[in-house]
């Protein structure tokens, strides 16, 4: 398979996980996820089945994500977006970097800041 069409196919796979999780269906992850799958953000398990359990307490499993950008290339998809729960009306700032192998997510990093006041930063966020 050459990188492009890698690419592409990581992007999808990342696309329809990211929509189904959005959506509600953390039971998405038992699929997308590797068995060993590697966290990398402080505080966050490996393990699927230990992500799985913490993600689905965490806020992100019962906020609203908005996608701004998805990039994909060989192994790796990065998805940007805007995550906003009712308690935070601004909302964060979130850059998730996937990396797959044999259409599975392999290992995890994200990017996240608090989105500030917009007179902080005339030119937006996204």
């Not at 909302?91 to 599975?104: K, N, P, S």
């Amino acid at each position: 398979m050459s990188d492009n069409s890698k690419a592409a196919r990581n992007k999808q796979l990342a696309l329809h996980g990211f929509t189904q999780f959005a959506a509600g269906n953390i039971d998405v992850l038992r699929t997308l996820l590797a068995e060993d799958f590697i966290e990398h953000s402080p505080g966050n398990p490996s393990g699927r089945e230990a992500f799985i359990a913490y993600i689905a307490e965490a806020p992100v499993a019962r906020a609203r994500l908005d996608l701004k950008r998805v990039i994909a290339d060989g192994d790796h998809v990065v998805m940007h977006y805007h995550m906003v729960t009712d308690d935070d009306p601004r909302g964060t700032a979130v850059v998730d970097i996937w990396r797959l192998v044999d259409e599975q997510i392999v290992e995890h990093w994200d990017v996240v800041q608090p989105v500030p006041d917009a007179a902080q930063v005339p030119q937006g966020m996204f």
